[in-house]
């Protein structure tokens, strides 16, 4: 690991041919028992983060429901501000620490829409959120270990400059298909397989029909 970073776990459920949500963001994976797992991983973290669109798809709460423990500081990652007013996520930002991490870029009117809501703004990297230095910021803040939700694009960001250091992929006993289905890692991908950065598998879990697999980055 990076000293001027924090841990970075990505963590999601996948279908069996490698898809986090259909083409209507139906992304009902999960398991009880998993979904009871992943709350308690989230308990042992500092931080949740995940990108504007799961927020706008889903509109998680992203907080300790199924398990003992307290709740993370919650991430967005929205260069340009656009989360709702009316999302979960701000309108429980005043019992929850939230952090938004926008660009250079964001509309005024947008950043005056965020400055209204208790949260901490970050505001890094000139069209887009630079993420090895929002890590770097985060890292100051003591924030030592970050759950990384998703979705695909910004799981590929993590992936891409090799900014993590373990995944946690439970794979479920469903296949999706389509092309419009949205994918565990998007972006452009890799044009070789030498260049995926290395795993190294260090455990696997049955949980009924689900299985967790747990890699860490060589």
């Not at 398990?67 to 309108?91: E, F, M, V, W, Y």
């Not at 890590?135 to 924030?143: A, G, M, R």
Request: proline share 4%; aromatic share 4%; charged share 30%.
């Amino acid at each position: 690991m990076e000293n001027s970073r924090p841990r970075i776990i990505l963590s999601t459920a996948i279908s069996i041919d490698g898809k986090i949500a259909t083409k209507t963001n139906d992304s009902k994976l999960s398991s009880k028992e998993d979904i009871k797992r992943l709350h308690k991983l989230r308990s042992k973290v500092d931080a949740i983060l995940v990108g504007k669109n799961t927020v706008s798809c889903d509109d998680p709460i992203l907080t300790v429901r199924y398990a003992k423990g307290k709740n993370p500081i919650r991430i967005i990652l929205d260069s340009q501000g656009t989360i709702s007013k009316k999302s979960k996520i701000l309108q429980s930002c005043d019992k929850i620490p939230t952090i938004i991490a926008v660009s250079k870029k964001i509309p005024q009117k947008n950043l005056e829409k965020l400055q209204k809501f208790p949260i901490e703004i970050i505001i890094t990297g000139k069209d887009y959120v630079n993420l090895k230095l929002l890590l770097k910021k985060l890292s100051k803040k003591k924030i030592k270990t970050i759950l990384v939700e998703g979705g695909g694009t910004v799981n590929w960001e993590f992936v891409k400059h090799k900014l993590f250091d373990e995944m946690i992929v439970t794979l479920s006993p469903f296949l999706v298909g389509g092309e419009d289905a949205i994918s565990y890692v998007g972006g452009s991908g890799f044009s070789k397989i030498s260049n995926s950065p290395n795993l190294r598998l260090k455990s696997v879990k049955r949980l009924k029909n689900h299985l967790v697999l747990h890699y860490e980055k060589l």
